[in-house]
C-alpha cells in the first residue's frame, strides 16, 4: 500500500489575481504513484488579471484522485517529462492547422506575384507527373523489347526515351527555380510583414513585459513549463531567431511539403491507373502495406515532434549564452566570472547534447522499421506480378513497370512515413513560430484577438487588446496627445488620477497622482529603489500600461526620453547625433511608427559646422576629431560600434547632443548623468536651462544626487505604498506641498 501523508500548506499568495483569497491546501505524498494530492476549496477561475481563465490542466493538475472528475483533489505528477509526454490529440491538430492557414494565406491573398509564381510551379508539377507516366510506359515497351531481343524495338524505345529527356530536362529545371523563386519571395515578404507587426507601436517593448502582465494566461507567451519541470517566466525565447530562421524554416518547409502533396496526389491517381490496368490485387496489397506502415510510423516516432521542438529551443539558449558572455566579456573579466559562466555555458550544451542524444536514439529505433519497410519495397511488387508473368499472361516490362507504379503510389500514400522527421520538424517550427505571432499579436493594442496573425489592421471598432482579451479603458493608463499640447499658455504635461501597478497587479506603486507642468516648469522626481520613479516616466512614455488615470503630453516627436544607458544605433557619428530622426521617411516608416507619427528629417537641416558644434556644447569635441584621425568632418562619417565604443559617460553626452538637434517641447531624463562628475553634470543642465529660457522647453528629471536640486522647480518625491508629495522648490515663490489623497481600502 502506498503511504500517504497528510500535511498542512499554507498558501502566502492570493491563487487568483484580484482576489484575497488565501486558502489552505491539504496535501498527501503517495510514493507509490508518484504523485502528490492537494485537496483544494473550489475557486472560481472565471477571472483574472487578463480577462483569461485557466486552463484546466493549469487549475489542479493533470489527474484526478479516483478518476472520477472531482473537482476537490487532484494529481500533479513528480516526474517532469510526464506533460511533455502526452500524446498529440486532434484538438493540438486542428490549433496546427489553423495556425499554418493564418501564417500561410495572407501572402497569397495579398500578393499577385505570388500567386503567379504559385500557378506557374503547379504547371510544371502537372507536367513532371505526366513524364512520369510517359516515362513508365517507354521504359516498358524498352524492357520488353530487351527481353525479346527485339533490336528493331529497341533503337525505337530508345528514340522515345531521348525526345521524353530532352523535354524532361527544362520542365525539371524550371520547376526547380519557379519553387526556389517562390520560396525566397514568400520569405522576403513574411519577414516584412513580421518585422513591421514587430516594430509599430512599441510591440518589441510590449513583448517583453506581456509575460509580467497576464502571469495567468496559458500560453507559451506567459508561463511555460521548464526543462526541470517547474513553471519559469520565459516568454518568448529568442525572437530574432523566430523572425530570421523560423520565418525561412516554415517558407522552405511549406512550400517543399505543399509540392510533395500536390505531385504525390497526381502522382497517385495517374499510377494507380495503371497499377489497376495491369493486376488489381497489386492496389490492394499496396493500401494494406501502406496503411500499417504508417500508423507503425506514427507510433514509433512520435516522440520526435517533442524533441525537435525542444532541439530547438536549447540551441537557441546556448547560442545566447555564448552571445551573452561575448558582449559581457569586461565585466566578467573583472569579477574573474569566467569559470561560473563557462558552467553555465557548458551547462546548455549538455541540454543541447542530451536532447540530441534522445533524437538520434529514437531516429535509430525509427529507422529500424523504416528501413526495412523500404527494402521490402523493391521485391514486394514483383512476387505479387511474378506469378502472372510465369503464366505467360503479362510481359516482362509488364512486371518492371508495374514495381515502378507500385514504388510511386507507395511513395505517395505513405508521406508520414518518407517525410516523418520533416513534418516532426515542421510542427515545431510552426509552434514557434505561430506562439512569436500571437505575442507579437497580443502586444499590440491596435489588433484583437480577431485578426489573423499577420493581419495588420484589428477589425473596426475594436478595442484595445491585451493577451487577445479585450480590457476595459479603466484598467489601462491613457496616453493622450491634444492638439496644441504644449503650445502657448497650455500645460505641457498633465497627469490626472494616474495610478501604477506592478505588471503582476499585485502591488501599487504609485496612486492617485496629479500634477502638470507649463513650459519652463522643471521637475525633480526623487524616491527610493522601488518606489516607481522609472515607472512613473514609462507611463509617461506610453511603454507602461499596468494601472488607470491619463497622461496628455505633446506627441512623441516632441518629446524626448535620454534614458541611463542611451541607445547607440548602428551608423555614422552624423547618425548618432541626429538619431531617430531618419533620412527619407517612406511608407515602411509611417507604417511602423504610425503610433506616434514618422519623425521630421532633420539631416538636411544641420550642416556639419552646426552638427560639430553640438557635440562641442555637451563637451565632446575632440571625438570628431579622433575617430576621423584630425580631420572632424572625416570623423562625422566614421561608422563604429558607438556602443562598445565611447564610454557611459560619453554616450549619456552624445544624449544630450541629440536634445540640441531634435529640440522637443518635452525632456525627460531617468539618471542621465549618472555616469557623469559633477562638473560636467552642471555643464549639461546648464545647457538644458538655456535651452528652456530660449525655446521654453521643459525637462523631468530621476535622480538621487542633491545637486540636481538646483536646476528643478518643482519637486515629485514617492514614497511607499502608492503615496506621494508635489511641491516647489522655487525659494521665490514657495508653497505648501501637495500630497495625494489617502486610498480607500
Known sequence: MPRREKVVAPIDEPLVLGTDVKPQIDVGVDEERGYISAEVPKIDYSYSTCDTPLPPERRTGAKTADDGGDDKTSYRSLNPDDDEQRDATIEDIRKQARIFREMAMPYFRESREGRCLFGGMLVFCLLRSTLNVVFSFVLRDFWTALADKDADEFKQMLLYFTLAVAFAVPVNVMFTYQKDQLTLRWREWMTERTLKLYFRNRVYYGIDTLKKECRSCADEVTTTVSDEGGYSDTGIDNPDQRMAEDVDSFTYTSLSLVVVIIRSS???????????????????VLVVYATVGTLLTWIIG?????????????????????????????SIAFYVGEAIEGREVRRRLSRVVSNKQDVIITQRTLSFFTVSYEYLIQVLPIVVVAPLYFADKVQFGVVSQSAGAFFHVLEDISLVITEFEALSSFSASIDRLGSFLTAVRNADPMRSEMCSLLGEDSPSGSESVTCGKKLDASYKISVRHPKGKGEKSTPILSVERLTIFTPDRKRTLISNLNFSLRKRDNLLIVGASGAGKSSLLRAVAGLWSTGSGSVDRPPDEKVFFLPQRPYCPQGSL????????????????VVINQRSGAYESIRNKYTDKEILGFLKSVGLKSLAFRVGGGDPYVGLNKT?????????????????????????????????????????????????????????????????????????????????????TYESINTVAPYPPMKNPPVKK
Not at 552624423?574 to 516608416?589: A, C, F, K, N, W
Not at 538644458?688 to 540636481?708: D, F, T
Open 266 to 284: 497526381i502522382d497517385m491517381v495517374l499510377f494507380s491507373v495503371i497499377i489497376c490496368m495491369i493486376y488489381p490485387v497489386l492496389l490492394i
Open 574 to 589: 552624423r547618425d548618432q547625433v541626429l538619431y531617430p530622426s531618419v533620412l527619407s521617411p517612406g511608407e515602411d516608416d
Open 640 to 724: 563604429k560600434d558607438w556602443g562598445g565604443t565611447l564610454s557611459l559617460g560619453e554616450q549619456q553626452r552624445l544624449a544630450f547632443a541629440r536634445v540640441l538637434a531634435n529640440m522637443p517641447f518635452l525632456v525627460v531624463l531617468d539618471e542621465s548623468t549618472s555616469a557623469l562628475d559633477m562638473e560636467a553634470e552642471d555643464m549639461l543642465y546648464k545647457l538644458l536651462q538655456e535651452i528652456s529660457g530660449k525655446q521654453k522647453l521643459s525637462y523631468m528629471s530621476v535622480g538621487h544626487r542633491p545637486s540636481l536640486l538646483k536646476y528643478h522647480n518643482k519637486k515629485l518625491t514617492l514614497i511607499r505604498r502608492g503615496e506621494w
Open 302 to 330: 512520435k516522440k520526435l515532434v517533442r524533441l525537435n521542438f525542444a532541439m530547438q529551443k536549447r540551441e537557441a539558449d546556448f547560442r545566447y549564452s555564448l552571445v551573452r558572455f561575448r558582449e559581457n566579456a569586461e
